[in-house]
């Protein structure tokens, strides 16, 4: 006799997020609910951060124990997955606004870049799967709808996916990062910080980094993080994604081989040999060798134009007196 098969269960908090969780049969005197706890969270981690939330917090916040809000929601990670649900809430446009591939591809990723740099803490979400509530789930099926004119394969068309979500993400922490690091150096004195690029420019040498050097030292490496540049620079990786996507599409047309799995040339392949790394290891020590050896020449060179200078002062000084005495 087979054995009969549970009822497929969600976990409480995909649950809450599809509307089919049961609700709390008692609650605190005062009324709460799921939105309530959510919003207050969400409130909290935009102003302080994710590290910031916990449950004792957003229920301080409301005015309730920390046990009133587990009747609603049995855990902080629960929380966390029904913030990121509700930040996460984007309205495709609508079907019949008639665009390309790329422009409505392009939309998404925005829409994505968007929720990202409104809820900066998003992206300290660690990702644990693939998306199964409704909002996350209606962002899949936007981007899936501005692929399907393209004669890719359903994993094609998810892999294009998650690179992109990738690179919104990367360039949404990068952004914040870099805009935390510029606040946090506002207060630096500029002449200290042209001094330490200045003691830099003279460790990347052209030896050590022939293609590197000349842009470090012409100071165009250091990176300019207004809000044009950075538009301009997620633009331009943003539309060179697009660019491979459509030249591998032209090549699915044309039926061209995929070459993504041609092996590299032998000449670019990096040896895993102990010997490898051992002169890698000694190729290291040799150059802080000379690095330091470079310093003791500067200091040497200093040291004895200081002496020069201190010997003419004085021979200028025995003129005087010489000249003073006849």
Request: hydrophobic share 40%; glycine share 6%; no cysteine.
């Amino acid at each position: 006799m087979n054995a009969e098969r549970p009822e497929p269960e969600l976990p409480r908090a995909v649950a809450l997020a599809w509307g089919v969780a049961a609700s709390p049969q008692r609650g605190p005197k005062r009324e709460l609910s799921i939105e309530r706890i959510v919003e207050a969270a969400i409130g909290i981690a935009d102003a302080e951060g994710l590290g910031a939330v916990s449950m004792s917090r957003v229920a301080a916040s409301l005015g309730f124990t920390t046990m009133s809000l587990y009747r609603y929601v049995t855990s902080k990670d629960d929380l966390i997955l029904l913030m990121q649900e509700a930040a996460t809430e984007v309205p495709p446009p609508a079907d019949d606004i008639e665009h390309g591939w790329r422009e409505g591809v392009t939309a998404w990723v925005l829409a994505i870049r968007a929720a990202y740099r409104e809820h900066p803490w998003l992206v300290d979400i660690p990702i644990s799967g693939a998306p199964i509530t409704p909002n996350s789930l209606m962002m899949v099926d936007w981007m899936l709808r501005e692929l399907r004119p393209l004669p890719l394969s359903d994993g094609e068309k998810m892999s294009t996916l998650l690179l992109l979500t990738s690179y919104a993400r990367a360039t949404a922490a990068q952004e914040r990062d870099l805009q935390a690091a510029a606040a946090a150096r506002a207060g630096d004195d500029a002449a200290s910080i042209e001094h330490t690029f200045a003691a830099l420019v003279e460790l990347v040498t052209p030896e050590r980094f022939p293609d590197l050097s000349p842009l470090f030292a012409a100071g165009g490496y250091l990176a300019d993080i207004s809000d044009a540049a950075e538009e301009e620079d997620f633009e331009f990786g943003l539309q060179r994604i697009l660019d491979g996507v459509e030249y591998h599409v032209g090549r699915v047309q044309a039926g061209i081989a995929d070459p993504s799995a041609a092996p590299l040339p032998p000449q670019l392949e990096l040896p895993r040999d102990k010997g490898v790394r051992e002169a890698a290891k000694a190729r290291r020590e040799a150059e802080k060798a000379l690095r330091e050896a470079r310093k003791r020449e500067r200091e040497a060179i200093k040291r004895a134009l200081e002496r020069e200078k201190h010997e003419r002062e004085k021979q200028e000084r025995e003129r005087e007196r010489s000249g003073r005495t006849t």
